[in-house]
Each structure stands twice: as C-alpha cells, then as structure tokens.
Nanobody, 121 residues
Framework: QVQLVESGGGLVQAGDSLRLSCAAS??????GGWFRQAPGKERKFVAL????????HYGDSVKGRFTISRDKANATMYLEMNNLKPEDTAVYFC????????????????WGQGTQVTVSS
C-alpha cells in the first residue's frame, strides 16, 4: 500500500500556470496518475505516467497544456499546468497503481486527499 499527499493547488487567473505535486510514501513500482473532479460532476482522468516515466497519456481536454512527470528518487509526481482555463477548476487527485495499460490506471488504485485548483476568468 502507498500513501499519497498532494500539494500546490490554489487560486489563479486564466492563462496562468500552476504545478501540483504528489508525494508518495514509498518507492515501489507504481504507475501514477492525476484525476480531477469539478463540483457536481464525476471524477475524470487527466494524465498518467508509467513507473519508468517513459510512457505518458493525457485526457483530450488537457493535451498540449498539462505535463505529467515524476522524480523517482524523491518518490514525487508532478502535474505542470499551463494556460489554465476556468473549466480546469476542480479538486485534483493523484493516484497510484501497480497495474496499468497505455491509457488507464487499473484497480486497485490508491488515492490522495485532493487539492483545490480554482481558475478565475
């Protein structure tokens, strides 16, 4: 099992950038991902990264604006968000799993507690 703690959320204006971090409790071979949940809506996939960081995949709404990365030495995953839009406003969750394919993290997933990102117009 792994514990995940997100940080880096906040209130920004449209067009700004923000970087989220997700610190993991261990250095096991987990793939990682980011999801987000807007008020009243379902949690949606944002991005994933393989353990080796050689493979990444993004949701259509963030392609070209967001970049997922990881620092294996420090067991930390990042989400660099550029050109933020009001529709990016959501609680962002990081997740980890031992199992994944090219486009999905597979169960069982471990979740962080979430960090709020608010983008004003």
């Amino acid at each position: 099992q792994v514990q995940l703690v997100e940080s880096g959320g906040g209130l920004v204006q449209a067009g700004d950038s923000l970087r989220l971090s997700c610190a993991a409790s261990g250095r096991d071979l987990y793939a990682g991902g980011w999801f987000r949940q807007a008020p009243g809506k379902e949690r949606k996939f944002v991005a994933l990264i393989s353990w080796s960081a050689e493979a990444t995949h993004y949701g259509d709404s963030v392609k070209g604006r967001f970049t997922i990365s990881r620092d294996k030495a420090n067991a930390t995953m990042y989400l660099e968000m550029n050109n933020l839009k009001p529709e990016d406003t959501a609680v962002y969750f990081c997740a980890a799993s031992r199992y994944y394919n090219a486009t999905h993290l597979l169960p069982p997933l471990f979740w962080g507690q979430g960090t709020q990102v608010t983008v004003s117009s």
